[in-house]
């Protein structure tokens, strides 16, 4: 498999979880990185014949099988449970020891929750202490959310650049909460529910978000902004807009971009830089996709 980008962060928070600790002495690392204050993720490439022990982690695991995984198990008691592949999911909950039988190939993606992410998360949409609700461990299941959220919303993206580190916290926000909606031991609780943003505070996120389009923007730092939870934000930014927080973020460096193309002389390289891209050729994918023409092309006939 041909490793398509590289995202490796100096002193990441994810070099501290026990999974990725564990990986990294005979799994090639193609990717990682960490995204906002709750979610970390890395790519994996493994060909191994092997137990592994992951040993009371402090963090949550969702694993999807990209490919392969077919000689994987589950080591519990005298019968090692298999059915390990191609889509096939697993959640490994935090202080939870686990086995693993490895045999032959497969390609990982992980995604780590630290256990007071967790705790936070649960607060927040449950309103209850964060003891009463629990994440059992499940192993090789499928669940189409957690395959397409991967597959569609966060392998594809470059991991180093502003402009898809915010959708890679968007999405790794989207599991935490799928994982409490669906697989937590309190699903029979109603999640809070809560209106939109105030005028004020709408304006005040807009603001910021016009002031940093080179940086790169997190939920957090946008919730921070608007003084409430990621969990919360997030969603009461869409009722409030109409599109997830980084469909805004994304949408405005464009608008910028189609701005300064418009009204000056700059070269492309240099408006993708201030726009949060890590590149001309990145700007400009990003740009055909949201209006059909290439950046040189749009400032050929809107000049």
Same mark, same amino acid.
């Given at each position: 498999?041909?490793? =398509?980008?590289?995202?490796?962060?100096?002193? &990441?928070? %994810?070099?501290?979880?026990?999974?990725?600790?564990?990986?990294?002495?005979?799994?090639?690392? !193609?990717?990682?990185?960490?995204?906002?204050?709750?979610?970390?993720?890395?790519?994996?490439?493994?060909?191994?014949?092997?137990?592994?022990?992951? =040993?009371?982690?402090?963090?949550?695991?969702?694993?999807? %099988?990209?490919?392969? &995984?077919?000689?994987?198990?589950?080591?519990?008691?005298?019968?090692?449970?298999?059915?390990?592949?191609?889509?096939?999911?697993?959640?490994?909950?935090?202080?939870? =020891?686990?086995?693993?039988?490895?045999?032959?190939?497969?390609? !990982?993606?992980?995604?780590?929750?630290?256990?007071?992410?967790?705790?936070?998360?649960?607060?927040?949409?449950?309103?209850?202490?964060?003891?009463?609700?629990?994440?059992?461990? *499940?192993? @090789?299941?499928?669940?189409?959310?957690?395959?397409?959220?991967?597959?569609?919303?966060?392998?594809?993206?470059?991991?180093?650049?502003?402009?898809? #580190?915010?959708?890679? $916290?968007?999405?790794?926000?989207?599991?935490?909460?799928?994982?409490?909606?669906?697989? $937590?031991?309190?699903?029979? +609780? &109603?999640? *809070?529910?809560?209106?939109?943003?105030?005028?004020?505070? *709408?304006?005040?996120?807009?603001?910021?978000?016009?002031?940093? !389009?080179?940086?790169?923007?997190?939920?957090?730092? !946008? /919730?921070?902004?608007?003084?409430? $939870?990621?969990?919360?934000?997030? #969603?009461?930014?869409?009722? =409030?807009?109409?599109? /997830?927080?980084?469909? @805004?973020?994304?949408?405005?460096?464009?608008?910028?971009?189609?701005?300064?193309?418009?009204?000056?002389?700059?070269?492309?390289?240099?408006?993708?830089?201030?726009?949060?891209? $890590?590149?001309?050729?990145? +700007?400009?994918?990003?740009?055909?996709?949201?209006?059909?023409?290439?950046?040189?092309?749009? #400032?050929?006939?809107?000049?």
């Amino acid at each position: 498999m041909a490793e =398509t980008a590289s995202a490796f962060q100096p002193n &990441g928070r %994810y070099q501290k979880f026990e999974v990725f600790n564990q990986l990294i002495g005979d799994a090639n690392l !193609l990717r990682a990185g960490d995204f906002g204050e709750s979610i970390s993720a890395a790519h994996w490439q493994r060909k191994a014949d092997v137990l592994t022990r992951y =040993t009371d982690p402090d963090h949550h695991t969702i694993s999807l %099988y990209v490919n392969g &995984g077919t000689g994987i198990q589950r080591k519990i008691g005298a019968d090692p449970m298999s059915g390990g592949g191609p889509g096939r999911c697993c959640l490994m909950p935090a202080y939870l =020891t686990s086995d693993w039988l490895v045999h032959g190939e497969v390609e !990982l993606f992980h995604v780590y929750i630290p256990h007071a992410a967790w705790e936070r998360a649960v607060v927040e949409a449950f309103d209850i202490e964060p003891n009463a609700v629990e994440v059992p461990e *499940k192993t @090789f299941f499928l669940d189409p959310l957690i395959e397409q959220t991967v597959r569609q919303a966060m392998l594809p993206l470059d991991w180093d650049v502003p402009a898809d #580190r915010m959708a890679m $916290s968007n999405a790794g926000q989207l599991l935490m909460g799928h994982m409490l909606r669906s697989y $937590s031991t309190r699903r029979d +609780l &109603g999640f *809070k529910v809560r209106g939109g943003l105030s005028p004020v505070i *709408k304006r005040r996120v807009f603001d910021f978000v016009d002031a940093n !389009l080179d940086q790169p923007l997190t939920i957090e730092e !946008l /919730a921070e902004v608007a003084d409430l $939870s990621a969990y919360h934000f997030a #969603r009461m930014f869409r009722k =409030t807009v109409g599109e /997830a927080p980084h469909q @805004f973020v994304l949408r405005r460096r464009i608008e910028r971009a189609m701005h300064m193309l418009r009204d000056g002389n700059a070269p492309v390289a240099e408006i993708a830089l201030e726009t949060g891209f $890590s590149s001309q050729a990145h +700007l400009t994918t990003r740009f055909s996709r949201f209006t059909g023409l290439t950046p040189a092309k749009y #400032r050929s006939i809107s000049q």
